[in-house]
């Protein structure tokens, strides 16, 4: 038994398999747009490219269970900036109508998801040499954007929002 499979089994949850697993190398019949430019924009700066497509009903967020309707993923995946092979590499996919998740892992340290697509591409025009203070921006705004789709201040007091509308409000 796999470890996802039993932490599955623990936590009470069925997965369902997708209709198209990214790991089969199969062809959507389109690429969107801005999935092939980013692919070309990343190889043009000296990066190593594949794409992936997979099709599929995503796991909830929070929860881990799935739910909703099936739906197509398309993955851009770079590494080996100009033939190096230090683990600096990065993702991007892309759901429905737009960018789903960056992210991009530097070297001597771990990934840092939430940025942009904007902030991928500045990224991939330096091998992913980037300043300390940079990494702070962008992990920043990445923290600030998840906080804001769980909390609010209101009235100088701190408003968790809970689902089904209901608020907690938090001492000021």
């Known amino acids: 038994m796999s470890l996802r499979a039993a932490v599955d ?7 369902v398999a997708p209709v198209v697993s990214s790991r089969d190398g199969a062809e959507p ?11 070309e924009f990343a190889l043009e700066a000296g990066w190593q490219v594949r794409r992936q497509y997979a099709r599929g009903v ?22 080996g900036w100009r ?15 737009g960018w789903d998740s960056v992210c991009m892992v530097r070297e001597g ?17 330096v091998g992913g040499a980037m300043p300390d203070m940079w990494w702070l921006e962008v992990e920043a705004r990445a923290l600030d954007a998840v906080w804001r789709t769980k909390f609010e201040v209101k009235d100088g007091r701190v408003v968790k929002k ?7 409000e938090s001492g000021g």
């Open 9 to 15: 089994k623990v936590e009470g949850l069925e997965r």
């Open 83 to 97: 033939g190096r092979a230090d683990g600096v590499r990065a993702y991007a996919v892309y759901r429905g109508t």
């Open 109 to 125: 340290r771990g990934p840092v998801a939430g940025g942009s697509v904007t902030d991928l591409r500045e990224w991939l025009c």
């Open 162 to 168: 809970k689902a089904g509308g209901r608020k907690v």
């Open 29 to 39: 019949v389109r690429w969107p747009g801005a999935v092939l430019k980013l692919a």
């Open 58 to 79: 995503m796991p909830h967020g929070t929860t881990g269970r799935q739910n909703g309707a099936v739906k197509d993923s398309f993955a851009v995946i770079m590494w």
